[in-house]
């Protein structure tokens, strides 16, 4: 991946500049805006995401109202350069309609399109799961309980999980599988490690052996 300037970007007549934006943990895209070279200079500058309405011809700065800021990971722009992509931290949904993301009304197709963001969305769920009340929550309750604890479940389900493998029944190990998952993400929660850096590690050896 190469790095370009600001300059060599292509508005549109108008001025603006498409911009899609994806969470950077679960990799769903999230809505699309526009900035003009201030937006995008404030975007820069505070790290948050900061659009051009259309409809209101003035900037708007995501979250400044309701408190759903995007803080910017990563700006890249297409082979063109004449349009964005912001990857981004959201710290709430990115509708105004309260919903996840933009993209909700869908024209063709099923649900579970997009499954595989579904990890990332769970990490964020559980993040916030881990401060609920031990007794409205299983995740709270079981973190409450320590990382010993913790690390067991994970074990048993580790356990579970081959023997419904070796005995060859798929809807057994579909279960424990899942289940290991999650317990695994709970076991990241406890251990203060980051769903991310797992990733990132795995991510890292894969790069390794195809070099």
Request: aromatic fraction near 8%; glycine fraction near 6%; include cysteine.
């Amino acid at each position: 991946m190469q790095t370009i300037s600001i300059d060599s970007l292509e508005l549109h007549g108008d001025q603006l500049i498409p911009v899609i934006v994806q969470d950077a943990m679960s990799g769903k895209v999230l809505m699309m805006a526009w900035m003009n070279r201030e937006a995008l200079d404030l975007t820069l500058e505070k790290g948050q995401l900061v659009f051009w309405s259309r409809s209101r011809r003035e900037l708007w700065h995501k979250g400044a109202t309701s408190g759903n800021f995007m803080t910017l990971r990563e700006l890249r722009a297409d082979c063109d350069s004449d349009t964005l992509l912001a990857i981004v931290d959201p710290a709430g949904p990115a509708c105004h309609t309260g919903e996840e993301s933009c993209f909700f009304n869908r024209l063709y197709g099923e649900d579970e399109a997009d499954i595989g963001v579904f990890l990332g969305h769970l990490w964020r769920f559980l993040q916030k799961r881990r401060d609920d009340p031990p007794e409205e929550s299983y995740t709270a309750r079981l973190l409450a309980r320590g990382v010993k604890r913790v690390a067991q479940k994970v074990g048993e389900e580790g356990v579970e999980t081959a023997l419904a493998c070796a005995t060859g029944d798929v809807e057994e190990f579909k279960n424990e599988a899942a289940d290991l998952l999650y317990h695994l993400m709970v076991a990241c929660l406890a251990s203060e490690v980051p769903f991310e850096d797992v990733i990132v590690t795995l991510k890292n050896r894969h790069s390794k052996k195809k070099q």
